[in-house]
């Protein structure tokens, strides 16, 4: 392995649902609490093995599901898993079906958002040190081509490639919100991957999202009631799923040896456009485990 590669050793990180991690076969499990410059993430972090390839699992709304996507501490949770030594993230997420093709069980291998939220942090940098990162393509293909071929290998319906429509929330859409985003080209629709996935991006970490569809959002005229029971029921079936996925995926990641080719781990390599000398001191530090690679 290059010693020094930005992005090595590997090391997976997987955002998602309680019951993504109950995963058989993994071992050295351990929850343990990450503190970050940006406030506390949705919970501990539970680190463990899986067929060799080091693991940690985020819950994205802490467990028991305490936490609105609204309220999510977007950058608390990119910050403790970069502490932690991810250098890939896997999003696991419940979204709403926006197209015919796409029925509830299927899994999506997403490769493009459309954010429309509002109220949330979207960047770790700001006043005293400002960046600007490419979200041109904002999932990383090389995670996509794992997770596309660990879907095949165990049976699970999918698509490779779709755009994901990031709502504000809590509440679901109107039938008219959801008429519009099928006529943008939208697959799915979620509250959850923006803006995980820009600030994925300036941790200079990899991102791809398996977005899991437990309904046909308001538009299909046999579904334009979404209740929240009839999405947990989804929800439990695709967990099984997700585990499934997860386990195969895992061991594929283990041998990368240097960088990730699509660039995810050099991602601010360009990107810092205020003056060294013009740089906040207090910033820089609490930019410390996100952007300290460029920032030294």
């Known amino acids: 392995m290059t010693e020094h590669a930005p992005g090595t050793p590997p090391k997976l990180g997987i955002i998602g649902g309680s019951g993504v991690y109950d995963i058989p076969g ?24 899986l067929d060799g390839q080091e693991i ?19 950058r608390a949770n990119i910050d403790a898993l970069k502490r932690a030594g991810v250098t890939e993230i896997v999003s696991v997420s419940a979204v709403g079906s926006l197209k015919a093709e796409l029925p509830p ?16 942090e979207k960047s770790f940098f700001g006043t005293g040190c400002v960046a600007h990162v490419s979200m041109a393509h904002p999932v990383c293909s090389r995670l996509g081509d794992h997770l596309e071929a660990a879907a095949k290998s165990i049976g699970v319906p999918h698509a490779r490639g779709g755009t994901y429509m990031v709502m504000e929330g809590p509440q679901f ?10 006529q943008w080209g939208c697959s799915v629709i979620g509250m959850t991957n923006m803006p995980e996935a820009k600030l994925a991006r300036e941790a200079e970490l990899c991102y791809a999202t398996v977005a899991m569809v437990t309904d046909y959002d308001c538009w299909h005229p046999d579904h334009d009631h979404v209740t929240v029971d009839a999405v947990i029921k989804v929800l439990l079936a695709n967990a099984d799923k997700a585990r499934a996925l997860v386990k195969a ?28 000398a013009a740089r906040d001191p207090a910033m820089v530090a609490k930019l410390k485990s996100i952007a300290g690679r460029v920032l030294k």
Not at 56 to 74: A, K, Y
Request: with cysteine; proline share 5%; charged share 25%.
């Open 56 to 74: 940690v699992f985020l819950p994205r709304h802490g467990r028991g599901h305490r936490i609105s996507p609204t309220g999510l501490n977007f």
């Open 249 to 276: 995926v895992a061991p594929r990641l283990r041998d990368r040896d240097g960088a990730c080719h699509a660039g995810c781990h050099t991602a601010l390599e360009a990107a810092l456009i205020t003056a060294p």
């Open 105 to 120: 069980g299927h899994f999506v291998i997403v490769d493009q958002f459309i954010d429309r939220t509002f109220a949330r």
């Open 173 to 182: 859409s109107s039938k008219a919100e959801s008429e519009l985003y099928r």
């Open 26 to 49: 993994l071992a050295d499990v351990r929850w343990r609490a990450v503190e970050t410059s940006w406030g506390k993430p949705s919970d501990e972090l539970m680190f463990g093995t």
